[in-house]
T-cell receptor, first 113, second 112 residues
Framework: DTAVSQTPKYLVTQMGNDKSIKCEQN?????MYWYKQDSKKFLKIMFS???????INETVPNRFSPKSPDKAHLNLHINSLELGDSAVYFC????????????FGEGSWLTVV | GDSVTQMEGPVTLSEEAFLTINCTYT??????LFWYVQYPGEGLQLLLK?????DKGSNKGFEATYRKETTSFHLEKGSVQVSDSAVYFC???????????FGGGTRVLVKP
């Protein structure tokens, strides 16, 4: 049973396209996240949702739009893809409370050509 | 703001060697500390964590102790295996926001 699952795992697409990455967690957590890992392996938070409400929105282009239909799902939609969007996008979840562990999905490798 | 600094890699070792990866942090409050590991082509896995001063986290032969006085959380393993080759990330969370702040990652390569 995969705790945090995201699809697709690999995505190659052309500049200017719009794409979505989906994420689901079956851990019963109330908080979900999107993190971005760049080509140098640097990881940074993009968004965080608690009970479907946006609570963290780092400096991210507004071409990126998260959507949480319920607390077990958090999707990421990206409009007008650019070369610089190529990265690994990780979904994660936790129970609220900063001492709780954040669990990650396996990542979605996005390549924009 | 919060930050995590860890030694730059790559760290290349022979099998059965001792591994240390240094990690220091800056935080305004009292953070929880984590080590995550990323094996080649895979996602992030929690390796160990510690939530208060002098706590020792341990897993799979790895250990790290939360040292508040030196703001450090160094990762150690007494005898590494080829299968330990991965990128290791030190990270913290603070009460101000339930988010992980990561160090830059340290690539470890263990040779037979």
């Amino acid at each position: 049973d995969t705790a945090v699952s995201q699809t697709p795992k690999y995505l190659v697409t052309q500049m200017g396209n719009d794409k979505s990455i989906k994420c689901e967690q079956n851990l019963g957590h109330d908080t979900m996240y999107w993190y971005k890992q760049d080509s140098k392996k640097f990881l940074k938070i993009m968004f965080s949702y608690n009970n479907k409400e946006l609570i963290i929105n780092e400096t991210v282009p507004n071409r990126f739009s998260p959507k949480s239909p319920d607390k077990a799902h958090l999707n990421l939609h990206i409009n007008s893809l650019e070369l610089g969007d190529s990265a690994v996008y990780f979904c994660a979840s936790s129970q609220s409370g900063f001492r709780n562990t954040i669990y990650f999905g396996e990542g979605s490798w996005l390549t924009v050509v | 703001g919060d930050s995590v600094t860890q030694m730059e890699g790559p760290v290349t070792l022979s099998e059965e060697a001792f591994l240390t990866i240094n990690c220091t942090y800056t935080a305004t409050g009292y953070p929880s500390l984590f080590w995550y590991v990323q094996y080649p082509g895979e996602g992030l896995q929690l390796l160990l964590k510690a939530t208060k001063a002098d706590d020792k986290g341990s897993n799979k032969g790895f250990e790290a102790t939360y040292r508040k006085e030196t703001t450090s959380f160094h990762l150690e393993k007494g005898s590494v295996q080829v299968s330990d080759s991965a990128v290791y990330f030190c990270a913290l969370t603070e009460a101000a926001g339930n988010k992980l702040t990561f160090g830059g990652g340290t690539r470890v390569l263990v040779k037979p």
